[in-house]
């Protein structure tokens, strides 16, 4: 992923890169909130020898000093030194409890040793310095008593004595509220590239043309409204979704300039990816432009063009086909522009024979000889064989894909089962796209918001006008 892919990738995951973000920085405030604070307190001994006072033994002394204070240093960090601790201050804790809590570091080249002592407890951090550092100097100088005399050659003294310190060392809020921060961004940047790595889905029309090698006829935006109200009539012809299927129809007109397509159908690759709905609203733009139109539901095995006009599936295509009525007799009527409609009819127990028969081939003609266009809706093309065996008896095939759901792969896996008996492919539709901004007209601004009642009250104003101004001369 180069770049502008990663930056893009981000722009297209900025919600979910934002919420771990915020996240990550909440489980640092909260961290720091919960956590027990801890205090330090540290104290200091100094290691010498019992030597003469000549500057050579002083010398040697100074060094056997040195030499021997980092075993000091791990001596005062064992249990040796904290059990006697433990039980003179009575502490609620095991000798190896205590230990882990002590810890002792030598000053380079010198013979002192810190003490550090941790503790939930100011007060008691201080305190438990303090007689570590006095039972050191007891137990050190008891261990280097050669046996059978009484002085050691060591002798240790206390230089420094705890104070109880004023701040805690733990926790830190800033430091944990920075890395929590960062944290949370860098998991919401990974996610967000790694989504995007595993997302196949098609997003853009560029992505969809660039998968499919088809030609993208349009982009129909999401609308919350469809489910509900499908068709793009009404109150509903006059926004941009409507616009969109305008300008599908007028793509369509430019697929194929030599010989234009009569029947044309609509499939997807996959379920719930709008064919229907571009179908029959597909239908309805053109039956706008004053031509016959007629709409078939050839999916026989989830019919819903009757549903969406509110007409009657008793009697339809499956009526026709097995000889029980004549395409004229059950074709139904709707919408102000005189588009037909021939739903599905009864469901049959064997769809794809039916579809992929020559009687079906003879209805789509006797169709195409009668009306200027016919628009088949059909069955996704890849759950099952009805589309394919449909698809060589029409004139063209249009793919509807949804915007981000549906994978690429998919989607060539549809244009791919097309090919495979030579249909021809009109191109692809991009349905469901998310619009970003309100209205629709190409960034030029133009809006399709006017509805024509409105535009003739415009005209029938002045005209009123002039008529009321007649009127007061006669």
């Not at 007060?123 to 137990?139: C, D, K, L």
């Not at 060591?154 to 944990?176: D, E, F, M, W, Y």
Request: glycine share 8%.
């Amino acid at each position: 992923m180069d770049l502008g892919g990663f930056l893009k990738a981000l722009a297209r995951r900025w919600l979910s890169v934002t919420a771990l973000t915020l996240l990550g920085l909440g489980a640092g405030i909260a961290f720091t909130a919960y956590s027990t604070p801890r205090y330090q307190a540290g104290s200091q001994i100094f290691v010498s020898t019992r030597t003469a006072s000549d500057i050579t033994a002083l010398n040697q002394g100074s060094a056997f000093s040195q030499a021997r204070v980092q075993s000091y240093a791990d001596i005062i960090s064992s249990p040796l030194i904290a059990a006697p601790v433990v039980r003179q201050l009575g502490l609620d804790m095991t000798p190896a409890q205590l230990a882990g809590h002590i810890s002792a570091s030598v000053k380079l080249n010198t013979v002192l040793i810190d003490i550090t002592v941790t503790d939930t407890s100011p007060a008691r951090s201080a305190m438990i310095a303090n007689f570590v550092a006095r039972e050191a100097s007891r137990q050190l100088v008891s261990l280097e008593t050669p046996p059978g005399q009484k002085a050691a050659p060591v002798n240790i003294g206390i230089t420094r004595n705890a104070q109880p310190p004023t701040t805690p060392i733990s926790p830190k809020p800033l430091l944990n509220g920075a890395a929590g921060l960062l944290a949370g961004l860098v998991a919401g940047v990974a996610l967000a590239v790694l989504r995007d790595t595993l997302d196949t889905t098609l997003h853009t029309s560029h992505a969809l043309a660039e998968a499919t090698r088809l030609a993208t006829l349009g982009g129909i935006p999401y609308d919350k409204r469809a489910p509900g109200s499908p068709l793009a009539a009404g109150s509903a012809a006059y926004g941009a979704r409507a616009e969109a299927f305008r300008l599908l129809r007028t793509n369509l007109q430019f697929a194929q300039v030599d010989r234009k397509p009569r029947v044309i159908m609509v499939t997807s690759a996959l379920p719930g990816e709008g064919k229907t709905n571009t179908a029959a609203n597909l239908a309805l733009s053109l039956a706008e432009t004053g031509g016959k139109v007629c709409l078939v539901d050839a999916d026989l095995r989830n019919p819903c063009v009757a549903k969406n006009f509110g007409l009657v599936q008793d009697a339809g295509l499956t009526s026709v086909l097995i000889g029980q009525a004549t395409a004229d007799e059950v074709l139904q009527e709707c919408g102000e522009h005189g588009l037909l409609v021939l739903t599905s009819g009864p469901m049959p127990p064997n769809p794809a024979e039916l579809l992929s028969s020559d009687r079906m081939r003879q209805i789509l003609e006797g169709l195409a000889e009668s009306f200027d266009t016919v628009v088949v809706d059909s069955a996704p093309l890849l759950p099952v064989a009805d589309t394919v065996g449909l698809a060589p008896a029409v004139d063209g095939t249009v793919l509807v894909v949804r915007a981000r759901r549906t994978p690429a792969e998919r989607a060539k896996a549809a244009v791919d089962a097309l090919h495979s008996v030579n249909a021809p492919v009109l191109g692809a539709v991009l349905s469901m796209v998310t619009v970003k901004h309100k209205g629709y007209g190409y960034g030029y601004g133009y809006g399709y918001g006017q509805r024509p009642t409105e535009a003739k009250n415009l005209l029938a104003a002045p005209r009123k006008a002039e008529a009321d101004k007649i009127g007061t001369a006669g």
